[in-house]
């Protein structure tokens, strides 16, 4: 995902945003409270590690760069992972 699709999941899921804080801090060594949203936004932008590291988590949670809103994880039946599922290919 991109830095701006990252972002704008965030800005959007403040749960997902405290959880990517929590990573960040981690990382870091430092309070997640010490970090405001918009440094976490300016960080996923400048640090490819944790951008790959916060891409990869939103994936994980269903979340499909593919959607143009980039905001809500896919259910069962629609969006592009369900339709590439091995055995729901159209035969």
Same mark, same amino acid.
């Given at each position: 995902?991109?830095?701006?699709?990252?972002?704008?999941? !965030?800005?959007?899921?403040?749960?997902? !945003?405290?959880?990517?804080?929590?990573?960040?801090?981690?990382? /870091? *060594?430092?309070?997640? +409270?010490?970090?405001?949203?918009? @440094?976490?936004?300016?960080?996923?932008?400048? @640090?490819?590690? /944790?951008?790959?590291?916060?891409? &990869?988590? /939103? &994936?994980? /949670? *269903?979340?499909?760069?593919?959607?143009?809103? +980039?905001?809500?994880?896919? &259910?069962? +039946? &629609? *969006?592009?992972?369900?339709?590439?599922?091995? *055995?729901?290919?159209?035969?």
């Amino acid at each position: 995902m991109s830095p701006e699709q990252i972002i704008a999941v !965030l800005q959007q899921q403040p749960q997902l !945003l405290t959880q990517i804080k929590n990573t960040a801090a981690q990382r /870091l *060594g430092v309070d997640p +409270g010490s970090i405001s949203d918009n @440094d976490i936004y300016d960080r996923i932008r400048q @640090d490819p590690n /944790l951008q790959a590291q916060a891409s &990869t988590e /939103l &994936t994980q /949670l *269903g979340y499909n760069p593919a959607v143009q809103s +980039g905001c809500n994880p896919q &259910t069962p +039946g &629609t *969006g592009n992972w369900y339709r590439n599922f091995p *055995g729901n290919m159209p035969y």
